[in-house]
């Protein structure tokens, strides 16, 4: 009966060891992960993402904060899908920026060549008269 006792006893051990080794082993990639996404909306903030894709910035900071809140509770698996998430909504809140940016300056290009070519209309026609 001691026997089956110990057996009992070091199998409840085992199991709780791999537990604890389990939770160690979901940690590192959500404290990992958080990092980055805190990264990514720092380049997306940089990139001006605040003013020109505004809606996507906010959701990227909501879910960075949720996912800093889940890290604390140690709910890693839940820290670590909202990192992700973060990062994403960052990304695209940088490349929305971007692109408002490239659209912005080929329509100044635009005004600019329009006006050079007004300019140079009437040159000519104050010329051939």
Request: charged share 20%; with cysteine; glycine share 2%.
């Amino acid at each position: 009966m001691t026997t089956i006792h110990h057996r009992y006893a070091s199998m409840c051990a085992l199991a709780a060891l791999l537990g604890l080794a389990a939770c160690a082993s979901e940690k590192t990639p959500a404290v990992a992960d958080v990092a980055v996404s805190r990264e990514a909306v720092a380049n997306a903030t940089s990139a001006g993402a605040a003013d020109l894709a505004p809606a996507e910035m906010q959701s990227a900071r909501d879910k960075l904060m949720r996912a800093n809140q889940a890290l604390a509770a140690k709910d890693y698996r839940t820290a670590q899908d909202l990192a992700n998430q973060a990062s994403a909504d960052a990304q695209l809140a940088q490349s929305k920026a971007g692109s408002t940016k490239a659209t912005m300056a080929a329509d100044e290009l635009q005004q600019s060549i329009r006006a050079l070519r007004e300019e140079l209309n009437r040159t000519n026609a104050t010329s051939q008269q």
